[in-house]
């Protein structure tokens, strides 16, 4: 019985270890708990209360901090307008992030793409997806509402893992494939303004990202 228990512990741990949380903004609600479960779109089955905390967000755009545990990520930003369950039909990375490393990742200013301006006080959530070497989609969201008085997080309270970086992953456009931006913890500063340039600013518009999404996108790479 006892070696039944540690066996059912170790699991338990392996599996937490795998996935990933947001920090910042603060997240929804914990995605690890009974009936919860960060495979299930569009919110790890953690659905939205009366009681939902929602963090303050400038109106161009605001810091998002991610707690990774997988030797790499593909990392997908997307934003819902609205109170109740909104669609996530805005992507906010374009078009997505290649992050490498686990712990921390924390992205300074995620900026709204063209033509998305919400007023003071709407409402909104943002559902973060990442893509493992599994192939398997994890989904975890966060509710905000958008503040003109309200800043990013500061330097010191942005800063990345040592060994995490993240890079957009470019397109190919007519036969080339763009340079892309990179931000690694070797240098906090650099690192802040590296992140900022990485996150994309052109409306793409994005319906959602299903289980297995990981796998076609690897196979394109290989």
């Known amino acids: 019985m006892f070696s039944q228990a540690i066996t059912v512990a170790v699991f338990l741990v392996s599996l937490a270890s795998a996935h990933f949380s947001i920090e910042y903004p603060e997240s929804r609600g914990d995605s690890f708990a009974t009936g919860a479960s ?8 953690v659905n939205q209360t009366a009681k939902t905390n ?3 967000w400038p109106l161009t755009g605001g810091s998002l901090n991610l707690d990774l545990h997988h030797p790499w990520s593909y990392i997908f930003v997307n934003l819902g307008l609205g109170t109740d369950y909104p669609t996530f039909n805005i992507s906010l ?5 290649n992050e490498t490393g686990n712990g921390t990742l924390c992205l300074p200013e995620v900026t709204l793409p063209a033509g998305i301006s919400p007023a003071d006080g709407t409402n909104a959530s943002i559902q973060v997806v990442a893509v493992g070497e599994t192939g398997s989609a994890l989904y975890n969201c ?13 330097a010191d309270k942005c800063s990345n893992s040592t060994g995490v ?6 397109q190919e456009v007519n036969g080339s494939t763009p340079s892309t931006s990179t931000s690694s913890a070797a ?10 340039s990485a996150v994309g600013s052109s409306p793409v518009i ?17």
């Open 38 to 45: 960060q495979y299930i779109y569009p919110c790890a089955n």
């Open 54 to 56: 929602r963090t303050t």
């Open 93 to 97: 990375i374009n078009p997505f992030l």
């Open 142 to 154: 966060a509710d905000i509402v958008f503040k003109n008085d309200t800043e990013t997080l500061s």
């Open 165 to 170: 970086s993240v890079s957009v992953v470019a």
């Open 187 to 196: 240098a906090s500063s650099s690192t802040r303004a590296s992140a900022a």
């Open 206 to 222: 994005v319906a959602g990202v299903v289980a297995g999404l990981g796998a076609l996108l690897m196979s394109w790479f290989l």
